[in-house]
């Protein structure tokens, strides 16, 4: 089964700094999830990706899925403290018929001083 | 469309208890899970349906706990008897699969989670 590690397991950044966080598989990811989670709350769906070498964009957070698509990062410019909680990636399987269903990291806490 | 929607959102109960957790998921969308949180563990996957019907429930730890799809709007997992261990933040979350250029794609949206706490 697939399996993600993510890195660091936590983080503790000064605001306005930048930081990285990384997500590396066991297996080829035939699709990549980020999301988000506040303390309390639910997980919200950031970005996926698909192809190697793809990167995509949401305001001052980037995602990229490296060529041989077994690892992706999640790189935050100029941090803010809105940009705290934890991070999860989550991948699907392919390799059984287990459409639909993703499997996660264990998610980078990350706290930003203001 | 108000999203993955979850009730109640906390639930004190003693051990021995029955519990019962709602979901109605994003209308349109034919997947639906249920996972568990806590420290330890992380993010579990329960059990998941697909069209109304379970497709994997290997994730659910025991006979203690089942899971309920009766309509493409409804679900319920419920834990008989509950024990302390069972405290956890509940998630339910669903999605559509969708057959896109790059391949399928099947993001999960998320409720905001049902916090239990078995004493």
């Known amino acids: 089964s697939q399996e993600l590690e993510q890195s660091p397991q936590s983080l503790i950044v000064q605001e306005g700094k930048n930081l990285t966080i990384n997500c590396t598989s066991s297996?080829?990811?035939?699709?990549l999830y980020w999301y988000k989670q506040k303390y309390g709350e639910g997980l919200i769906f950031l970005m996926m990706l698909q192809k190697g070498g793809e990167e995509k964009s949401h305001e001052k957070i980037t995602a990229k899925l490296d060529e041989k698509k077994q690892q992706s990062s999640l790189h935050i410019t100029a941090s803010q403290p809105s940009h705290a909680g934890i991070y999860l990636c989550g991948a699907v399987d392919r390799g059984g018929t287990s459409y639909g269903k993703l499997t996660f990291g264990q998610g980078t806490i990350l706290t930003v001083h203001p | 469309d108000a999203g993955v929607i979850q009730s109640p959102r906390h639930e004190v109960t003693e051990m021995g208890q029955e519990v019962t957790l709602r979901c109605k998921p994003i209308?349109?969308?034919?997947?639906l899970f249920w996972y568990r949180q806590t420290m330890m563990r992380g993010l579990e996957l329960l059990i998941y349906f697909n069209n109304n019907v379970p497709i994997d429930d290997s994730g659910m730890p025991e006979d203690r706990f089942s899971a309920k799809m009766p309509n493409a709007s409804f679900s319920t997992l419920k834990i008989q008897p509950s024990e302390p261990r069972d405290s956890a933040v509940y998630f339910c979350?669903?999605?559509?699969?969708?057959?896109?250029?790059?391949?399928?794609?099947?993001?999960?949206?998320f409720g905001p989670g049902t916090r239990l706490l078995v004493l």
């Open positions: 209308s349109g969308h034919d997947y």
């Open positions: 297996k080829t990811l035939y699709g």
């Open positions: 979350a669903s999605s559509f699969l969708n057959h896109g250029e790059g391949g399928p794609q099947e993001t999960q949206y």
